[in-house]
């Protein structure tokens, strides 16, 4: 590789010299790099100078006699601990009888990279382990010398582990540092996250939190040095960061007023860090107060009742010392509560803003032992709030307990001070409900089984699949006080409702709101008030006559509250809104598009961009026939997944799409749906592993979880993991947690890799071959991006050494493996058939593998102990990518003159021919990387086609994948693609030895050489109709399959 620096509108010549055994066709070509870093050139492939349009070997007169004599080798190798990661090595230079070129550095025996110096730092290590480094010096001839004598050096060991789950590190906003960066000014967009038919409420003075990503360019290293125009009251926390070290995502929360369905503008600026004023919440040692102005909490450490006092403007409306808090009962009738725990309570989060409040522990009996079952409290507190935003996770993902678990209810309990006869207030969809209680008396509201916000998978819900939490038969809400019947279930599942909140107050309006998201959609869900005062929330509820359910192990289930403490007369349909509607912060498009926000993808076409390509090529929805229209949606839970499920629901990240179009578009629907699905998806779908990490652990230990005891596969088991992660559609937990900081999703997201790790055991690398490894290659290094844990990268050099290694040898073996003829890849699974799935090949391979070329190290060397002596680079990852792009661009699909364009689902490599069922997949990102790489328009146009028609055969949210959208940016921006020819000269100094020159185009920073000895063409073009390739493979080689230098 040559990489050259040259002036604006410059020239520069840049020379690379290489050793060959025999002469051959060389090529070159200067890649665009906007898929790795921006701002450069791309020049297509061309042969050496004088090759004739044969593409016959260049004429290269004799040289003298070759070069045989080896380097001395280098002296002096010492080694030394830069951190946790960074290991720096030393060397004296060799000497050669022509001259040295370079170093080739080893690491526990195996080569891991060369270097011009004398000096090489190793990244990416392991915190705390020993390695051997030896180094070797080579020449222009390819002559090695020995390798140095081997020196140890360890990295630098890790502080204690926190315990686990694995988190996202709690962050105080730091102090007002400043420091970093130059001028920013990101507007931003202020408003109510409204899903379709909500009109929204005016807000005045209410909280907002969201991410917000920051380009590279804009060079914000750290928190200290912003600010934000616009608002009086603000704090920031850092989520992530560049390779550079500068920003990527950074949180916000803001105090702003808003009218109902309007917006209020905002601008992140460069300033001092955050607001002035006090951090809401102080650690006092046994106890943690927050005082946020009108209201002031006290959290306990032992015995944790959840919040053991509120005082609202002088008014005492909770007690300290009270016996609420969260309380489990088991399936025999056992009772656990978190007031009988001491546990982790930490502030994860501190600022003058916003302060979080974190507790970790588990049910504990009145006697002091363990329930089988976990809990997890975020406490939220905001400036100038009465109330605290309260999320609750159930968890069961002991080791020990290593079985599914029987229960009967889980509750949130807390006793107040409301003395007197107290008034009660309902909402539901078909009005409210109101009265008193006093003394013993007790009020209740409780939603049994409806179909509002049911996800699509509902169905499945019928006692075959999984096991209802509730009687079908028991639809709607029922209010009562004690056994007089307010309102009774109607049989309505579709119509009767909860709105989701519940008030009791006492003669003075002093009391307390309790706002439960999506209640409706929880069932079996509760509010409950009693004459003492005490406020019962039915997280799954005593009143469910459905009795004892079952709890999956290794799952999570998660939930949201809103608890409002009030001294006077409360708008609760406003303190409904906040909880369900929030206040959230958005930028322009361009800025999530160029700081990388989604998967670090910087090619993202626009709405309106988009709109003129689908009308240019003649898109029509499927069942309207309108022109392409997004709109916005209405609310949607998922309770329930069949991951297994063939079809095109199951094909696809919903959350990523839904936030893309959210940024696009401004649709609330659609971010408050991403969220939603990303919780489910980080409870039930990742394995978690509270006390013990999953890695550990064998490929089948999952498998083995007790069944027995009355506890069979589907009764009462209502979320069920499932042994799939062939549909591994987890990639919105990450950008979900950069979006909210939420860690849950990003705690969801590395639990699903370190299941993963192992699922398949460590002689399968093969499976790579097929989505299931695919799947694990591209979440291992997602989770390497999120947590550099340098296991995951280990993980991903394994299978990407495999894979690259592993060519197609039919009808030889091996049987499964990728062409280097046609492009196309061959399952262990379609071995016998040869017949590669374009599903497969079209909707998994080809964002996993963009996923590793961005998130491994710049640079990086994919090898592995697993395969000594085999190492590949990025370059070669990305030749797949290419040859995928020409054989199904090109190759399989099928472009009629009239009529859809398609391509077989088992198309037969043997054979050469279509089989039945065509149709069109998600091809976009294919498209963009053929042109990207090539200069061929073709791929453009052939690709348009395609993106117009992908609805019809998949969903309507096919328009909003990432890859289809990369299509439509480089569409719209194909003229900014600068891809020529560019003449080389050869000379051969010496026998054996060639030295390629150029004149480097301007701007022009990448150049990639290919060997081969055979004439190299851009592709052979294989004929389907006729069997027959345009360049025969015995004779040329296809650019993508030649051989990098």
């Known amino acids: 590789m040559s990489t050259v620096s040259i002036p604006a509108f410059g020239t520069a010549v840049s020379e690379y010299a290489f050793t060959t055994a025999s002469a051959g066709v060389y090529a070159l070509v200067n890649i665009n790099s906007n898929f790795t870093n921006a701002g450069t050139l791309i020049c297509d492939k061309i042969e050496l100078a004088g090759t004739s349009t044969g593409g016959l070997p260049p004429s290269v007169p004799p040289g003298p006699a070759a070069d045989t004599t080896s380097p001395t080798a280098p002296t002096g190798l010492s080694a030394g601990s830069l951190s946790t990661s960074d290991i720096l090595l030393t060397w004296n230079a060799a000497t050669d009888n022509v001259g040295v070129v370079g170093y080739k550095v080893f690491r526990n025996g195996l080569q891991i990279t060369t270097n011009a110096t004398t000096s090489f730092t190793n990244t990416g290590l392991t915190a705390g382990t020993s390695y051997s480094f030896s180094v070797a010096a080579y020449d222009a001839a390819g002559n090695t010398s020995a390798q140095t004598n081997a020196v140890t050096q360890s990295t630098q060991s890790l502080p204690p582990p926190l315990p686990p789950p694995t988190a996202a590190p709690p962050v105080s906003s730091p102090p007002n540092s400043g420091g970093g960066g130059g001028p920013v000014s990101i507007p931003l967009t202020i408003h109510e996250l409204l899903p379709v038919g909500a009109t929204g409420m005016a807000r005045t003075n209410e909280p907002a939190t969201f991410g917000l990503p920051l380009k590279d360019s804009d060079g914000v290293q750290m928190v200290g040095s912003l600010g934000l125009s616009?608002?009086?009251?603000?704090?920031?926390?850092?989520?992530?960061?560049?390779?550079?070290?500068?920003?990527?995502?950074?949180?916000?929360?803001?105090?702003?007023?808003v009218s109902a369905g309007g917006t209020a503008p905002m601008t992140l600026t460069t300033g001092n860090g955050n607001s002035t004023g006090s951090n809401l919440a102080v650690d006092n040692g046994s106890v943690i107060t927050v005082n946020t102005g009108p209201s002031q909490f006290t959290v306990r450490k032992s015995g944790f009742n959840i919040i053991d006092s509120v005082m609202t403007n002088g008014a005492t409306l909770v007690t300290s010392g009270h016996s609420g808090g969260l309380q489990f009962t088991d399936g025999t009738g056992a009772m656990y509560t978190s007031a009988n725990d001491n546990p982790t309570v930490t502030v994860s989060e501190n600022g003058p803003v916003k302060s979080v409040i974190k507790a970790e522990g588990r049910f504990k009996s009145s006697g002091g032992s363990n329930a089988p079952m976990g809990y997890t409290v975020y406490l939220a507190f905001f400036k100038n709030q009465t109330s605290v935003k309260v999320g609750v996770t159930l968890r069961n993902a002991y080791e020990s307990v290593y079985a599914r678990v029987k229960f009967q209810s889980f509750e949130l309990r807390l006793p107040t001070a409301l003395g007197g006869t107290k008034t009660f207030t309902f909402a539901t969809s078909k009005g409210t409900y109101s009265g008193t209680v006093a003394g013993p008396e007790n009020a209740y509201l409780f939603q049994g089984y409806t179909k509002n916000k049911r996800g699509p998978d509902d169905y499945r819900w019928p006692d075959t699949y999984l096991d209802i939490p509730v009687n079908r038969a028991v639809s709607g809400v029922k209010v009562a006080k004690d056994a007089?019947?307010?309102?009774?279930?109607?049989?309505?599942?579709?119509?009767?409702?909860?709105?989701?909140?519940?008030?009791?107050r006492n003669a003075s309006n002093q009391g307390v709101t309790v706002s439960y998201k999506d209640m409706d959609a929880y069932f079996p869900s509760a509010i409950e008030f009693s004459g003492d005062g005490t406020v019962t929330v039915g997280l799954f509820s005593k009143r469910n006559p459905k009795g004892a359910l079952v709890f999956d192990w290794a799952t999570h289930e998660s939930r949201e509250l809103l608890l409002d403490f009030h001294s006077s007369a409360a708008d609760n349909a406003s303190i409904n809104a906040r909880l369900h509607m929030p206040l959230f912060g958005r930028a322009p498009f361009e800025q999530y598009r160029d700081a990388g926000a989604f998967m670090g993808e910087t090619r993202i076409g626009s709405y309106a961009e988009q709109q003129a390509i689908y009308q240019t090529n003649g898109y029509k929805a499927p069942s309207t026939g309108v022109p392409l229209s997004i709109s916005n949606q209405p609310r949607q839970v998922y309770r329930i997944w069949d991951h297994s499920q063939g079809g095109a629901e199951n094909q696809r990240d919903y959350m990523l799409a839904n936030q893309i179009d959210y940024v696009r578009l401004g649709y609330g629907g659609q971010l408050l749906n991403s969220f939603q699905r990303a919780m489910f998806e980080a409870d039930q779908f990742a394995r978690h592993s509270d006390d013990f990490n999953f890695r550990s652990k064998p490929n089948d230990y999952f498998d083995h979880v007790d069944v027995s005891a009355g506890l069979p596969v589907n009764g009462n088991l209502y979320n069920h993991h499932e042994d799939d992660f062939e549909h591994l559609w987890v990639y919105g937990l990450y950008t979900s947690y950069y979006l909210t900081g939420d860690e849950r999703f990003i705690i969801g997201a590395n639990e699903a890799s370190e299941s993963l790790y192992n699922r398949y055991g460590s002689s399968s690398d093969k499976n790579v071959f097929d989505r299931l490894g695919i799947s694990a290659a591209r979440e291992a290094v997602l989770s390497y991006m999120s947590t550099k844990d340098q296991q995951y990268l280990d993980k991903v050099n394994r299978y990407m050494v495999y894979f690259l290694n592993t060519a197609l040898q039919s009808p030889n073996a091996p049987l499964h493996g990728r062409s280097l003829t046609r492009g196309y890849l061959i399952s262990l699974y379609e071995e016998a058939t040869q017949v590669m799935y374009?599903?497969?090949?079209?909707?998994?391979?080809?964002?996993?593998?963009?996923?590793?070329?961005?998130?491994?190290?710049?640079n990086h060397v994919f090898s592995s102990s697993a395969y000594p002596g085999l190492a590949y680079t990025k370059e070669d990852l990305e030749d797949v990518l290419e040859g995928l792009a020409y054989f199904f661009i090109k190759e399989a699909y099928n472009y009629p003159a009239t009529g859809r364009p398609n391509v077989a689902y088992g198309y037969n490599k043997l054979l050469g021919s279509p089989n039945p069922g065509l149709r069109v997949y998600d091809s976009g990102l294919l498209a963009a990387w053929g042109f990207e790489r090539t200069g061929d328009a073709q791929f453009l146009s052939l690709g348009a086609r395609l993106a117009v028609n992908v609805e019809e055969d998949q969903t309507a949210i096919a328009n909003s994948e990432i890859g289809l959208l990369r299509l439509m940016y480089d569409i719209q921006h194909q003229s900014e693609m600068k891809v020529g020819l560019i003449p080389l000269q050869v000379s051969n100094p010496s026998a054996g030895t060639y030295t390629l020159s150029w004149t480097v185009p301007t701007d022009a920073t990448r150049f990639q050489i290919k060997f081969s000895a055979k004439p190299i063409v851009a592709n052979l073009n294989y004929n389907k109709g006729a069997g027959a390739f345009e360049f025969d493979p015995s004779q040329y080689t296809a650019f993508w399959a030649a051989t990098n230098l």
């Open 230 to 257: 616009g608002a009086s009251a603000y704090q920031f926390k850092p989520l992530s960061f560049h390779p550079s070290g500068n920003l990527k995502w950074v949180l916000v929360d803001t105090i702003v007023s």
């Open 484 to 504: 007089t019947v307010m309102k009774d279930f109607v049989g309505d599942d579709t119509a009767d409702y909860a709105l989701g909140w519940g008030e009791t």
């Open 838 to 858: 374009s599903m497969i090949g079209n909707t998994y391979f080809p964002p996993s593998i963009m996923d590793i070329l961005r998130h491994t190290p710049a």
